[in-house]
């Protein structure tokens, strides 16, 4: 007499959907967007999910009073801001959580709501993604939307970065303010908000440096002195949260070690591969030389976007560059409108922007 299989078919298949039921989402999946797809929304929108990550900002006293969290071991499309709820108040930096919750767009930003379990795991350290600021200029679903949620870093390595505008809104003021990697060019560059507070947006109380006093005690009272930046003021690197707001990327400093004023220790000084970009001549016309100098041998490609960052044309790709001063000749397509542009170069950890004239 045969045995039935039934019943370890039946077995495999509530062990299979048991498995499959329970599966993580990885923040990943909840933020990648494909080129080309015309959305910025996550393909997982109003799905329920569960994530683990690090988180990277929370409700502490001297924190940035949001909460994200951050899959580690990726450089893109890796972080999501928490929507606030009583569970998550005893989450701190560098917690290693798994969090449930749906998935919902607000205002343009991707964000994890209805949140129902917190679970603390462990530990772990999330290092910022260096990037030149000139990155943020414009919103771009392809250059800077996969930053969107991650703990970055804004750096003209190895220079400093600049104010280039203390108030790019004026004449109204929303406690915005702007730095770039040329200090002459005050349209270029990434937003930084500090000292505001609304049921719109949230930025830390625990900054000093803000773009008015008024946000001393406005929108918000501070916890630090405030000190009000100038157009020309210097910073070595400017650390913080991305995210997006009203068209415009968005940097949120944690806390006063977020804002480092002077070039670090070399044993402290964070990562970085592309130290210099220079294009000659500039403007130009369909041929020029790209001048760089490579801290780190990886692949690098140079991009060019029209200023409102716009992918024109891939302009090269070197798949094995070797560290060190490289002068390499670069050719633009015809049929290129005369005006500005940015050109990008690109590596794996990071980017670095210059503006650019193209004429006839």
């Known amino acids: 007499m045969k045995t039935s299989k039934l019943p370890s078919l039946l077995f495999l298949f509530l062990a299979i959907h048991s498995v499959v039921g329970n ?75 798994t969090i449930t919750g749906v998935v919902v767009e607000n205002a343009g930003r991707t964000l994890l709501d209805n ?11 999330i290092a910022p ?51 770039g990697s040329n200090p002459a060019d005050a349209d270029s560059g990434c937003r930084i908000l500090t000292g505001r507070q609304t049921s719109q947006i949230a930025s830390s109380l625990n900054v000093s440096y803000v773009n008015d006093l008024v946000w001393a005690t406005n929108s918000g009272t501070m916890n630090v002195s405030p000190i009000v930046v100038e157009n020309g003021n210097e910073f070595y690197a400017i650390i913080g949260l991305m995210t997006y707001y009203s068209g415009n990327m968005l940097l949120l400093p944690r806390n006063n070690e977020d804002v480092i004023t002077e070039i670090p220790t070399a044993i402290e000084a964070p990562p970085m591969s592309i130290r210099s970009l220079q294009l000659y001549p500039n403007p130009t016309s369909r041929s020029a030389t790209l001048a760089f100098d490579l801290a780190a041998t990886d692949a690098y490609d140079v991009l060019l976007y029209t200023i409102q960052g716009e ?50």
Request: proline share 5%.
């Open 23 to 97: 599966a993580q989402t990885t923040i990943y999946d909840i933020q990648y967007v494909a080129p080309g797809s015309g959305t910025d929304a996550s393909p997982l929108l109003n799905q329920t999910v569960t994530i683990s990550g690090i988180v990277t900002a929370s409700v502490e006293a001297d924190n940035l009073d949001v909460v994200f969290i951050q899959q580690p071991g990726l450089s893109e499309w890796a972080g999501i801001q928490l929507v606030y709820t009583a569970a998550l108040a005893d989450l701190k930096v560098g917690d290693a959580a």
């Open 115 to 125: 949140i129902t379990e917190v679970e603390v795991t462990g530990s772990g350290t």
């Open 129 to 179: 993604i260096f990037l030149d600021p000139n990155i943020f200029t414009a919103w771009n679903l392809t250059v800077n939307e996969k930053y969107e949620g991650m703990l970055i870093g804004l750096q003209n390595a190895p220079g400093f970065v600049s104010v280039v505008n203390a108030n790019p809104d004026e004449p109204n003021n929303f406690g915005e303010w702007r730095v």
């Open 311 to 360: 992918l024109v044309q891939r302009v090269a790709r070197w798949p094995h560059l070797q560290s060190g001063h490289h002068e390499r000749q670069i050719t633009f397509k015809d049929g290129l409108a005369p005006g500005h542009y940015e050109l990008v170069i690109e590596g794996r950890n990071w980017k670095k922007a210059i503006r650019i004239a193209i004429q006839q």
